[in-house]
């Protein structure tokens, strides 16, 4: 059974960094690109990163270029994305995903981060 | 990197067959074949129904289809049921290696 476990969110000030983590189970995890998506409290999802099975590719969408970065330990089965100058519109639950034919295949059960003064 | 277009709220009565469309363009929905649905219940993980356009996962019903037509996608729910009030999304990858969500559509069966 694939599990995906996140984990890092909370409060954090506006401009403040946070990372969040995910340590996958029941697939072979260096085999699947992996991605981040988040929702908003109340709004619909918002695909935010992608990044290859070797960590060699990686996607954000516009809004998180150049204030997240997406990273991956094969070794350990682990995605994570580093977020830095957190704004109030980054307030969303975070969902770790894999990616299998085109599709957000399985999904983490998410980690609330809220940025609030 | 717009949301693709999906219609705010579709209603039904058990049953009943509804369609939800999804709306991109030339350089998404129309562009591959990697258009996918999902189904969210309140406060749970989004759950995949649809991938490639048309495939189903193994364990999704038969009851949950999909089609594309040039830049729109669709999800029709055949037989519905109370269980499938729940909001959807569809998803697509764009030119741009990246992937764009649509807006939402909130299923109430009446």
């Known amino acids: 059974e694939v599990q995906l476990v996140e984990s890092g969110g909370g409060l954090v000030q506006p401009g403040g960094s946070l990372r969040l983590s995910c340590v996958a189970s029941?697939?072979?995890?260096?085999?699947?690109?992996m991605s981040w998506v988040r929702q908003a409290p109340g709004k619909g999802l918002e695909w935010v990163a992608n990044?290859?099975?070797?960590?060699?590719?990686?996607d954000y969408v516009d809004s998180v270029k150049g204030r997240f970065t997406i990273s991956r330990d094969n070794a350990k089965n682990s995605l994570h994305v580093q977020m830095n100058s957190l704004r109030a519109e980054d307030t969303a639950v975070y969902y770790c995903?894999?990616?299998?034919?085109?599709?957000?295949?399985?999904w983490g059960q998410g980690t609330l981060v809220t940025v609030s003064s | 990197q717009s949301a693709l277009t999906q219609p705010a709220s579709v209603s039904g009565s058990p049953g009943q067959s509804i369609t939800i469309s999804c709306t991109g363009t030339?350089?998404?929905?129309?562009?591959?074949?990697?258009v996918s649905w999902y189904q969210q219940h309140p406060g749970k993980a989004p759950k995949l129904m649809i991938y490639?356009?048309?495939d189903r996962p193994s364990g999704v019903s038969d009851r949950f289809s999909g089609s594309k037509s040039d830049n729109t996608a669709s999800l029709t729910i055949s037989g519905l049921q109370t269980e499938d009030e729940a909001d959807y999304y569809c998803?697509?990858?764009?030119?741009?290696?990246?992937?764009?969500f649509g807006s939402g559509t909130k299923v109430t069966v009446l």
């Open positions: 998803s697509s990858y764009t030119r741009s290696s990246t992937f764009v």
């Open positions: 029941g697939f072979i995890f260096n085999n699947d690109w």
């Open positions: 995903v894999r990616i299998l034919y085109g599709a957000f295949e399985s």
């Open positions: 490639e356009v048309s």
């Open positions: 990044i290859k099975q070797d960590g060699n590719e990686k």
């Open positions: 030339s350089s998404d929905v129309g562009a591959y074949k990697y």
